[in-house]
């Protein structure tokens, strides 16, 4: 098989995803005609047994409609597909065919694949080697096949953010948040939102979470913490506390009342939070959510007056941030 | 649960995130361990948490979440100003005149008494077998409607430099309506000061003499008025679990907490001999409590008895809630007065009053 140079992406190993590729508008033959190629995965960069048909894995040539229907497209589909493509004007066309290819040899299918780019147009302009790089990275952060297709199938802006970032929030999560490797993986797995959040609002529900509802890195994990605004967080949390229901333990870690875990509160739709552990009326709770945005907006109105004109000056500058202070760190309890 | 670790290990700059995170979602330096030891709304607090679930059963949840967010407030017209517009406005807003709807409710379906000519008072009956009420519909006080949490914007004054409205807990009028103050009598206000329900009294424009006392109550008037207003000193409920400044649940005024049933006994008492014969008390607080509610009412009740020669009836107040259904969430089975709770829906309160008939 042909393998073109300078496409180093295609070094793949085995795996056993398998793409269907249904040719059709084609002169000959006239009926569909199905073959199949296993994927692979890039797991080992030395490893080199690609096996997709080369006319597919032209990087450099034209997305033409042809080369879509090759690819398995429908008719639909490949229009869809390079209407979007041509909003890009032209200039980084040739992405599109390689970025294809690394989506199906992540072993996402066409549906999948559609549903990506419905979902995030941006992914149809990173670069296939890029995309690739990221791929592997978040793999190497512990996203194993299935979770790493999910993730990418239902939050595909994460193929779109440069490795640092990724890699400045997951360790964001590990030396600041004091999780262990292993839930930094599971956050990301089941929050991937998280890789486009802003650290310091990350940190202040991490901080929320620790020192107000006072529950452990493993109790976030399991509670999908991270999945949830910090409004509702905070709404769901301070119902309950001023109902009399949830305490913040003491230093002991002791309280009066036998609070509910926060898995039970935060990781349910809001009925069952209401029904079974704040026993109130959906009407008493959307007042009080309105109740709390205003209280809220009163906080940082003061604030505001009390820090006065010289808070807004300072540059956004995440590096430094980063750099800064990481040693500083929450204790690790399992 | 493991302990709590050190706040201070997350004393650390926060200068480069303050620009990217709305200010109260940035990261502080401090949390909790930071606030006094005991503050006097913690021990409010856990005070009622320890009498009012007792109290309250099911209820007391819904009620604590009420006192812990921001009360609802009742805009009283101001009679004397000149507030057309300012009322009309009001409305436009979406508010409505809470008495005015009760007498809607009142009239409506009721056999209303009929006036000839238009008074000060109109009389309810609201059912048959209930008595008259009557509401004086000079009292007007603006609420917006359930659920609705908008606020009111401070009065301002008008030509004459009289305030169009003042802000007030919509439920305090309902001690003042109680009292049923008829054209020409006399009233005392026993506790009056800031003069919040005084106010409220003004505004019925039915009062020959209204007098005004607060904390020295000489015992020389008695068997003198028409009406008379007991509002007395108590727990505050809504303050004490919000503020701390002037907060009764403080140490230091534990004895004066402790003293309150007994000075409050002490004012219905004198309030009672100060009544004429026929003549009503209204007896009221701000708190939830039975011991500075019911159980001071039963009391006083007893002791003008036995050592006053002075019976008293407890008059009915249904027929007045009844009318306040839709505004005002009412504990559900007083054995003596009535109680508006505070909920999410209708935060006002908590207001007790039970109205007392002086019959010899
Ligand atoms: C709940 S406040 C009254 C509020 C007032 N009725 C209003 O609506 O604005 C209780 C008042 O009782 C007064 N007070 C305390 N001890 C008293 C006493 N021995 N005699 C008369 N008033 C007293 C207090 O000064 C306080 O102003």
């Known amino acids: 098989m042909s393998f073109l140079p300078g496409w180093h992406v295609l070094r793949w190993t085995l795996r056993s995803a398998t793409c269907t590729v249904l040719s059709r508008r084609q002169n000959i033959p006239q009926q569909p005609v199905m073959s199949t190629c296993r994927l692979y995965c890039s797991t080992d960069r030395r490893t080199n047994q ?26 639909a589909q490949a229009d869809q597909i390079l209407e979007q493509a041509n909003r890009s004007r032209g200039s980084k066309i040739e992405n599109a065919a390689s970025m294809l290819m690394t989506l199906f040899v992540l072993g996402l ?33 512990g996203l194993l096949e299935g979770s790493l297709q999910r993730v990418v199938s239902h939050y595909p802006p994460i193929l779109t953010l440069p490795l640092k970032r990724v890699n400045m929030v ?55 913490l991270f999945r ?107 | 649960m493991a302990a709590l670790m050190d706040t ?53 949840p819904s009620v604590r979440v009420s006192l812990l967010c921001e009360q609802k407030y009742g805009a009283l017209s101001n009679n004397f100003s000149d507030n057309e517009g300012v009322i009309a406005h009001l409305q436009s807003q979406g508010c409505r005149d809470i008495v005015s709807c009760a007498l809607d409710v009142g009239t409506r379906g009721m056999a209303a008494s009929s006036h000839d000519k238009p008074t000060s008072i109109e009389s309810i009956t609201v059912s048959p077998d209930m008595p008259t009420v009557s509401l004086s519909p000079n009292i007007k006080c603006l609420v917006f409607p359930r659920r609705d949490v908008s606020r009111f914007k401070p009065s301002r004054p008008d030509a004459h430099g009289l305030l169009g409205y003042y802000l007030m807990d919509a439920a305090s009028i309902l001690p003042v309506l109680a009292l049923d103050v008829q054209e020409g009598q006399s009233v005392l206000d026993l506790c009056a000061a800031p003069g919040g329900k005084a106010l409220v009294l003004l505004q ?39 503020e701390e400044e002037n907060n009764i649940f403080s140490r230091v005024r534990t004895k004066e907490k402790q003293k309150l049933p ?68 009412f504990a559900p089975d007083p054995y003596l007065g009535q109680l508006v709770l505070p909920h999410l829906t209708a935060n006002f309160g908590p207001i007790y009053m039970c109205k007392l008939q002086r019959l010899n």
Not at chain 1, 133 to 138: C, E, K, S
Not at chain 1, 183 to 212: C, H, M, N, W
Not at chain 1, 262 to 272: C, G, H, I, Q, S
Not at chain 2, 8 to 37: E, F, H, M, Q, Y
Request: glycine content about 4%.
């Open chain 1, 109 to 141: 299918n066409t549906s999948s694949v559609v549903k990506v780019l419905q979902k995030c147009p941006e992914v149809m302009y990173v670069n296939g080697t890029h995309l690739q790089q990221r791929i592997d990275n978040l793999r190497r952060l």
């Open chain 1, 228 to 334: 949830v605004t910090l409004d509702e967080v905070r709404c769901r949390h301070s119902f309950l506390e001023r109902r009399g229901l949830y305490q913040t333990p003491d230093k002991k870690g002791q309280t009066c009342i036998i609070n509910p875990k926060l898995n039970d509160f935060l990781n349910v739709p809001e009925e069952t939070f209401l029904n079974d552990i704040a026993k109130a009326t959906q009407e008493e709770f959307e007042v009080f959510q309105k109740l709390m945005a205003k209280e809220w907006q009163e906080e940082d109105d003061e604030q505001e007056r009390d820090t006065g004109a010289d808070s807004d000056d300072d540059d956004d500058d995440e590096e430094e941030e980063e750099e800064e202070d990481l040693k500083s760190g929450y204790s690790k309890r399992k």
């Open chain 2, 204 to 242: 019925t424009q039915a009062i020959r003499f209204l007098h005004l006392n607060d904390i020295s109550w000489g015992e020389t008037e008695r068997d003198t008025f028409d009406r008379v207003l007991v509002d007395v000193p108590c727990t505050t409920d809504r303050h004490s679990v919000k």
């Open chain 2, 262 to 329: 007994q000075l409050q006994l002490e004012l219905l008492l004198a309030g009672i001999k100060a009544v004429r014969p026929g003549g009503l008390v209204v007896y009221s607080t701000c708190s939830l409590s039975q011991l500075q509610n019911e159980y001071v009412t039963e009391r006083a009740v007893h002791l003008a008895r036995e050592e006053l020669g002075i019976s008293l009836q407890v008059a009915d107040l249904r027929p007045l809630t009844q009318l306040f259904q839709d505004t005002f969430n």
């Open chain 2, 8 to 60: 201070r290990i997350l004393l650390r700059k926060i200068k480069d995130l303050r620009s990217l995170t709305p200010r109260r979602n940035r990261v502080k330096t401090k949390w909790a361990g930071s606030l006094p030891k005991y503050p006097a709304t913690n021990l409010a607090l856990q005070n009622f948490d320890a009498t009012y679930k007792l109290q309250l059963g099911e209820q007391w």
């Open chain 1, 50 to 75: 690609p096996s997709l048909s080369p006319k597919q894995l032209q990087p450099g040539r034209d997305l033409s409609l042809q080369a879509l229907l090759d690819m398995g497209f429908t008719d």
């Open chain 1, 170 to 224: 997951a360790r964001f999560f590990r030396e600041k948040c004091a999780f262990t490797v292993q839930q930094v993986t599971e956050i990301l797995r089941d929050s991937p939102a998280v890789l486009q959040t802003d650290l310091g609002q990350l940190e202040y529900k991490f901080q929320y979470a620790y020192f107000r509802i006072g529950v452990r890195q493993p109790e976030m994990v399991k509670s999908k």
